[in-house]
């Protein structure tokens, strides 16, 4: 069974920075990409970022490029998103998102496997 635990979300004040993490377990990690995905209660899920199976190509959302840097680490099987400068609309539940491919994704239906998610609150 595959399993995403994401972590490192919490409160932080506008410039701030997080970084959260993602633990897969379940599957060889190392072959599919990985994703972030957000999501605002009452909006659609978001896309953030994605990582190919050997750590690109990468893919982010024009809203973050530039604050935030997706890496993974395989023999870890863990994923990250560190996120700087943040701003109070990235406030959202980060959702950590396992690949059905090898190569990075925007669209959400190129996801199979989803975490519970981590919220982050960026408010001053």
């Known amino acids: 069974q595959v399993q995403l635990v994401e972590s490192g979300g919490g409160l932080v004040q506008p410039g701030g920075s997080l970084r959260l993490s993602c633990a897969a377990s379940g599957r060889t990690f190392s072959d599919y990409a990985m994703g972030w995905f957000r999501q605002v209660p009452g909006k659609e899920r978001e896309f953030v970022a994605a990582i190919s199976w050997r750590g690109a190509p990468l893919l982010y959302a024009d809203s973050v490029k530039g604050r935030f840097t997706i890496s993974r680490d395989n023999a870890e099987n863990t994923v990250y998103l560190q996120m700087n400068t943040l701003k109070p609309e990235d406030t959202a539940v980060y959702l950590c998102?396992?690949?059905?491919?090898?190569?990075?994704?925007?669209?959400?239906?190129?996801?199979?496997?989803w975490g519970q998610g981590t919220q982050v609150t960026v408010s001053s």
């Open positions: 998102a396992g690949g059905m491919y090898s190569l990075a994704s925007t669209r959400d239906h190129n996801y199979r496997y």
